[in-house]
């Protein structure tokens, strides 16, 4: 077995790992986003599109010179500020792509990646899903990782009662991203009390 055959096979056991992880999560953790009555043994699952290597990049971030500040609109008629920081560039079956990275505006070093693609509304939650990239995880010798395979459902994809920051138009692909978190297998009826994303 070649080396990166083994790396590759690890790439994915991490996946799976970590999707196993989260499911036990949302099953039994009392901070699980489900209503309770989907908890536990009526628990519908999660539902992934199997791991894809072609829909992990290594990509420098192009910053922009003066970061704006932009105020993207929530499920419940509110706001929230962000900095457009920078923008990835990458190709998938041929097209060209773009997406901004937006940081928090409390000054931390994250990026908040937020998409939409021909995917949602069919496979997908039709609001689109979410990266996000941590520096000390998803950063490789001054280039991100930008994994698809990680794209994951706002907390508004189990349950109504959470508020979710809106995808931003800008960040709105024109191609299928078959990669990460399908839509939630299940009606997010629920009665908690509202939360941010």
């Known amino acids: ?24 999560q949302f099953r039994d953790s009392a901070r699980s986003p489900l209503p309770e009555s989907m908890r536990g043994d ?12 072609t829909y992990r990049f290594v990509l420098p971030l192009h ?6 500040t932009v105020t993207v609109e929530t499920t419940a ?3 929230q500020t962000y900095r457009r920081w920078g923008e990835f560039t990458f190709e998938i ?4 792509s773009v997406l901004q990275a ?28 979410y990266l996000d990239l941590e520096p000390e995880r998803d950063r ?10 990680h794209a994951y459902n706002p907390t508004c994809a189990y349950n109504h009662a959470y508020e979710c920051p809106l995808i931003p138009m800008e960040n709105w692909l024109d191609v299928r991203i078959e990669a990460g978190e399908k839509d939630f297998p299940a009606d997010p009826a629920g009665s908690h009390s509202p939360e941010s994303n």
């Open 140 to 149: 490789v010798d001054g280039e991100w990782i930008l994994d698809f395979n």
């Open 93 to 96: 079956g041929g097209e060209t």
């Open 63 to 68: 910053e922009h010179d003066d970061p704006e």
């Open 102 to 129: 937006y940081r928090p505006a409390d000054g931390s070093d994250r990026f908040w990646v937020p998409f939409r693609d021909e995917t949602n509304g069919e496979e997908t939650y039709g609001a689109g899903r």
């Open 77 to 79: 008629d509110g706001e």
């Open 42 to 53: 009526e628990f519908p699952g999660l539902a992934y599109f199997d791991p894809d290597r």
């Open 1 to 24: 077995m070649t080396e990166a055959t083994d790396a590759d096979d690890d790439w994915a056991r991490q996946i799976t790992h970590e999707r196993r992880a989260k499911a036990e």
